[in-house]
């Protein structure tokens, strides 16, 4: 096989491509722009209208990323990292889309990305080592090598609750917000779901709703984002030192420059010390700041709780009713198992009159009536209802897709009882298909577009070396697999993570498997990994020569 040997794209039907990508996210828009550097033809299928992925879809009121804006950027084009600014602390969704369009138009990625289109089904031929996917606008297409780059949080999940389409007013998702927006101005709303895109756009709701009902089934920690304009002289100096800072992200557990690891446990500290460590990171506001306080919040339940009894003695300063705040107040997970989420006014909200809280666990909601909706104790009639009930993460994009490898087997089979994968990269018996940030790596817990650049770089490289070898196909063994699997499992028991019912391990999602699906055991460590599997020539893949049938482990 030689890229140089393949049909021009000039002469290649449109149908037929050398790589196709599925997503145009901040992955999926690397992956083209690395892609072309290889000289490939490459065919790009959205199901969204526009670039973006998760930006495009999420455009519910005070939709803000998590990860500070000069960290939240690509790194691989120096030009790019010093033209663009900044204006906040935390990039808004709009400024982020805005951001990603930018991109896209600088590096003239939209000529080979079909928008509106879904993918929904594909499988591997083994005699011609190529896949073939169908999609919904432009029939089959086929390449030898398939990205999918479908994102982890881009399936949303409405919740079934009987009688949804009888309710009279309007209902929306936070994942799938109308772009023209929504005014709430004099309507009774009610909001179901307090995880992030609830904690965001709440504050902002409750100020132009006659009257807001929040239906809460778990508290959640939450800490102040301390969000403010971006200075002049902070975004130069960043910028100034952006090489040293994306190098020293490379070597940090999330992905994430400018935290020095802690050194010391929770228990060597004085309690008089613990409170003036969490005191100046709630100042400091930033969820990664405050899990560096200590170096074992994450290991040890007994450290762990003093940082989480730390929040919750802040929750009942901010919420002036006494009841109100003990509902606010997180018991069933330890500070930091479940994303920790960034507010700025949410706690503060529910001091307004026009905003109540409902304990949706002690009085789950029964079904969805037309004027409103009811639970086990009250009716509640609304004009609008906000479901911020979150996503089928991880697996939810993947499954979606009728997929079946080299033997028939489906995905859906293989992942019955949990995803499966070598370094969330590849999936034994599903040859040149690649994950960008697959389940079994670090995806949601780094820094996500450094994730995503690593991954991409690490699948062009290896397309990189078997142009140079003639290799036409390649896939994970079996034991590579298990192993990996075995490992990440390890890692993940070994931290406080499981002990939460979250969506890192599907619990959001009814009858999914509970299996701990992102790596923790470190960006840092897992990069060390991928690197030294690559430098031994991808040990633990097997692959294939042209014109030779064997399948032989390198």
């Given at each position: 096989m030689s890229w140089q040997a393949s049909a021009s794209v000039s002469e290649k039907p449109a149908t037929e491509f050398d790589a196709i990508v599925v997503g145009a996210g901040v992955g999926g828009l690397y992956a083209l722009h690395r892609l072309r550097g290889l000289g490939l033809n490459v065919g790009v299928f959205e199901a969204g209208g526009d670039v973006g992925g998760t930006w495009y879809w999420n455009r519910y009121p005070g939709c803000r990323c998590d990860v500070e804006s000069m960290e939240y950027s690509y790194s691989f084009s120096d030009d790019l990292q010093q033209e663009w600014h900044w204006p906040e602390r935390y990039g808004t969704q709009p400024e982020i889309l805005r951001y990603v369009n930018h991109v896209a138009d600088r590096f003239d990625l939209r000529r080979d990305i079909r928008f509106d289109t879904r993918v929904i089904s594909g499988h591997f031929d083994a005699a011609s080592n190529h896949w073939t996917l169908q999609t919904d606008r432009h029939g089959a297409v086929s390449a030898r090598f398939c990205i999918m780059a479908t994102g982890n949080l881009s399936t949303p999940r409405v919740p079934d609750f009987p009688g949804l389409q009888s309710f009279a007013g309007k209902w929306y998702h936070t994942g799938l917000w109308p772009h023209e927006g929504v005014d709430f101005t004099g309507l009774r709303v009610g909001v179901i779901g307090t995880g992030s895109s609830g904690v965001q756009s709440i504050p902002l709701i409750a100020k132009q709703a006659k009257h807001l009902h929040v239906f809460q089934r778990t508290a959640n920690f939450i800490l102040p984002a301390r969000n403010a304009a971006l200075d002049a002289g902070t975004e130069q100096r960043q910028k100034a030192e952006y090489a040293e800072r994306r190098r020293a992200a490379l070597a940090t557990p999330f992905g994430i420059a400018g935290h020095p690891p802690p050194v010391k446990s929770a228990l060597e500290a004085t309690q008089e010390e613990r409170d003036a460590a969490y005191e100046a990171k709630w100042a400091e506001g930033g969820s990664i700041s405050f899990l560096y306080a200590y170096n074992d919040l994450l290991l040890n339940k007994a450290a762990n709780d003093t940082a989480a009894e730390f929040v919750r003695r802040k929750i009942r300063g901010l919420v002036n009713d006494p009841a109100?705040?003990?509902?606010?107040?997180?018991?069933?997970?330890?500070?930091?198992?479940?994303?920790?989420?960034?507010?700025?006014?949410?706690?503060?909200?529910?001091?307004?009159?026009?905003?109540?809280?409902?304990?949706?666990?002690?009085?789950?909601?029964?079904?969805?009536?037309?004027?409103?909706?009811?639970?086990?104790?009250?009716?509640?009639?609304?004009?609008?209802?906000?479901?911020?009930?979150?996503?089928?993460?991880?697996?939810?994009?993947?499954?979606?897709?009728?997929?079946?490898?080299?033997?028939?087997?489906?995905?859906?089979?293989?992942?019955?009882?949990?995803?499966?994968?070598?370094?969330?990269?590849?999936?034994?018996?599903?040859?040149?298909?690649?994950?960008?940030?697959?389940?079994?790596?670090?995806?949601?817990?780094?820094?996500?577009?450094?994730?995503?650049?690593?991954?991409?770089?690490?699948?062009?490289?290896?397309?990189?070396?078997?142009?140079?070898?003639?290799?036409?196909?390649?896939?994970?063994?079996?034991?590579?697999?298990?192993?990996?699997?075995?490992?990440?499992?390890?890692?993940?028991?070994?931290?406080?993570?499981?002990?939460?019912?979250?969506?890192?391990?599907?619990?959001?999602?009814?009858?999914?498997?509970?299996?701990?699906?992102?790596?923790?055991?470190?960006?840092?460590?897992?990069?060390?990994?991928?690197?030294?599997?690559?430098?031994?020539?991808?040990?633990?893949?097997?692959?294939?020569?042209?014109?030779?049938?064997?399948?032989?482990?390198?």
């Open positions: 109100v705040a003990e509902l606010l107040l997180p018991r069933d997970h330890p500070i930091g198992t479940k994303r920790l989420i960034l507010d700025t006014g949410y706690y503060e909200t529910y001091n307004r009159d026009n905003v109540t809280l409902v304990d949706a666990r002690s009085a789950p909601i029964e079904e969805i009536t037309p004027a409103g909706l009811r639970t086990t104790e009250a009716e509640y009639d609304f004009d609008a209802i906000v479901f911020a009930t979150g996503f089928d993460a991880m697996t939810g994009a993947l499954l979606d897709i009728d997929l079946h490898g080299a033997a028939g087997a489906s995905l859906k089979d293989k992942w019955a009882d949990g995803p499966r994968s070598n370094l969330g990269l590849m999936i034994a018996g599903f040859p040149n298909m690649f994950l960008i940030t697959g389940p079994q790596s670090p995806s949601v817990k780094a820094q996500m577009i450094l994730a995503c650049e690593q991954h991409t770089d690490w699948i062009v490289d290896c397309l990189g070396y078997m142009e140079s070898h003639r290799l036409v196909r390649i896939e994970t063994t079996q034991a590579a697999e298990d192993s990996w699997v075995a490992h990440n499992n390890e890692v993940a028991n070994s931290t406080l993570y499981p002990l939460a019912n979250s969506w890192y391990m599907g619990a959001n999602i009814p009858g999914k498997p509970r299996i701990f699906m992102p790596y923790v055991g470190g960006f840092d460590r897992y990069k060390q990994v991928c690197d030294e599997i690559a430098a031994k020539g991808y040990e633990g893949f097997t692959l294939t020569a042209a014109k030779t049938l064997a399948l032989e482990p390198i």
